[in-house]
């Protein structure tokens, strides 16, 4: 059984862009005869507001999106579902990592890091400062240095190979605020809820990578044979990307122009081969 997944971060109100994602998602999943699961990215609370998790709830059957598993109302998910009740999947998966050697704890300040960064990724300067990774007020990065290629299988070009010290050099796997990374949680949850396809934006290309290095270094051999589709972001007729906090967010159309938005969109995944 192919298992597919909806993956949104409920930190704003949903675009065409989402939409355009699950619609594809969900053809995907009828095509493989697969079963399909709503897991929502709500570990970052401070981010997450109630009225976005309300209006995924309300979209997702107004655009005719069903889902096997997972929640189906705000209440689901806040009792059962939400990713704080799977912190201590998450601690495990950072203490393997941990104890593997594989990680170093970084005490960089957000300033010290817009400065000390080349091409807006991180020098690597607190590697050399061996500090304990128990310290306070740090946050954990992956030794990303004697990675060997990453190899991703994707739908369309088959196998695409990566240097994860290139493309994602030293990245977090837990934030200073001692949360896991968003790489962590998602890792995590598809590991546990069996998932075997992964349709995403082409933007979470680097994630996909950086997944797959965790996932190995871990010997989470199920997650390497996932197989991959990043499409394109859905654009602007200007050509501008989508935001959740312009006029793209659906929040602002009435429920006949929904309708309609769906129905275009719908248009659009189906030419999709
Ligand atoms: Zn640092």
Request: aromatic share 8%.
């Amino acid at each position: 059984m192919q298992r597919f997944r909806l993956a949104p971060t409920p930190s704003g109100f949903l675009h065409r862009g989402n939409l355009f994602n699950f619609l594809l998602t969900e053809k995907r999943c009828w095509e493989a005869g697969g079963q399909l699961r709503l897991r929502i990215d709500d570990l970052d609370a401070a981010r997450v507001r109630p009225q976005y998790l309300q209006h995924l709830f309300e979209v997702l059957p107004e655009a005719g999106i069903a889902w096997q598993d997972g929640p189906h109302t705000v209440a689901e998910q806040e009792t059962q579902y939400r990713q704080a009740l799977r912190l201590p999947q998450y601690q495990a998966i950072l203490q393997t990592l941990a104890t593997s050697g594989n990680l170093f704890a970084c005490r960089c300040s957000r300033t010290q890091l817009a400065r000390e960064s080349v091409k807006g990724c991180y020098s690597g300067r607190c590697l050399r400062l061996n500090l304990p990774l128990d310290a306070p007020d740090v946050a954990w990065r992956v030794d990303t240095q004697a990675a060997a290629t990453v190899v991703l299988h994707e739908r369309r070009s088959g196998t695409l190979e990566a240097d994860i010290h290139r493309v994602n050099p030293f990245f977090i796997v837990r934030r200073r605020d001692g949360l896991p990374a968003y790489q962590v949680a998602s890792l995590s949850d598809d590991l546990e809820y069996g998932i075997t396809q992964i349709v995403r934006g082409k933007d979470l290309l680097q994630s996909s990578f950086s997944q797959l290095f965790l996932a190995r270094l871990l010997g989470e051999r199920s997650f390497e044979a996932i197989l991959f589709e990043h499409h394109d972001l859905l654009q602007r007729p200007d050509g501008e990307k989508l935001s959740k906090t312009a006029g793209d967010r659906l929040q602002s159309y009435d429920p006949s122009e929904l309708l309609l938005q769906v129905a275009v969109l719908r248009q659009q995944v189906e030419r999709m081969s």
